[in-house]
């Protein structure tokens, strides 16, 4: 079972000070566009959370939606049992506390993942030191 990851030493920014922290997982830290066996890759890793000193914070919760391309079929015409089929997308999120996400979601998405898919980590709540919670950026990652 994953475990929560123990973030490093850190050093709260002083009140006048702005936060800037980081989403990343593996080598990815912005959204991008990236070929589907370099995301299979970095599916079993661990999302991270660091500050712009490299500090690492405690992840709460966070979101992950997975965009999945497909198509869909409609009946055209009934009567000669003509069906054309449109290209369609379903949507499947979860909300997780652990990073990496869990085997069964690591397992489907390396089954499933296809070019123009996407996954969208969103609401990534951390933790500093002091017990404050904080908003890391979203991630989005698409394929190719």
Do not use: C
Request: net charge positive.
């Amino acid at each position: 079972m994953a475990q929560r990851t123990k973030p490093a030493a850190q050093k709260p920014p002083a009140a006048n000070e702005k936060l800037i922290l980081k989403t990343s997982l593996g080598s990815l830290s912005d959204s991008t566009v990236v070929l589907v066996e370099e995301l299979l890759q970095l599916i079993a890793l661990p999302l991270k959370i660091t500050d712009d000193k490299k500090n690492a914070y405690a992840i709460v919760s966070y979101h992950l939606l997975y965009t999945k391309q497909g198509v869909t079929e409609k009946d055209e015409n009934i009567e000669q049992n003509i069906v054309k089929a449109f290209p369609a997308s379903t949507k499947i999120a979860g909300k997780f506390t652990n990073t990496p996400f869990p085997d069964i979601w690591i397992a489907n998405v390396n089954q499933q993942l296809k070019p123009e898919e996407e996954l969208f980590f969103y609401d990534v709540l951390v933790r500093d030191t002091k017990g404050t919670f904080h908003f890391a950026p979203n991630l989005k990652i698409k394929t190719k």
